[in-house]
């Protein structure tokens, strides 16, 4: 299911933020992008140490958020900070599997699914 999602999300925004991209300013879904990227960042350490032997599946989705988007300047520093920033802040707190982490990781695919539906719905032509 979260394949599913970031797949369409990648296609929808290829296709229509282009004007975004060209100027190079923020576009009015950048937050949601960064909460984006930041659920990934955190799914990509919680669904290692919960032993889904996914290997970097969340870290794919993010380049391919990415490639989708083309950010440049402060906009892909910023979705790159959100990534690292999710990963970061559960590493900090977990050292291994635990209710709360699985908790976590379920309730981050929810939320990265509802952005992402979100995100369609609003700006998809």
């Known amino acids: ?12 925004l290829a296709c229509g933020s282009a004007p975004a ?15 984006l990227a930041e659920i990934l960042g955190g799914l990509h350490y919680l669904r290692g140490i919960c032993g889904a032997n996914e290997g970097n599946k969340w870290r794919t989705e993010m380049q391919a958020l ?18 690292n920033r999710g990963y970061n802040g559960f590493q900090q707190t977990y050292r291994s ?17 509802k952005i992402s539906r979100d995100l369609t719905a609003r700006y998809a032509n």
């Open 1 to 12: 299911m979260s394949m599913r999602f970031l797949a369409i999300f990648a296609l929808i």
């Open 97 to 113: 599997c635990t209710p709360a982490a699985t908790v976590a990781i379920r309730r981050y695919i929810e939320e990265g699914s």
């Open 66 to 83: 990415i490639d989708a988007e083309t950010p440049s300047g402060e906009r892909r520093t910023r979705m790159i900070a959100g990534f």
């Open 21 to 35: 991209r060209a100027q190079a300013v923020a576009a009015p879904f950048d937050g949601d992008l960064q909460r």
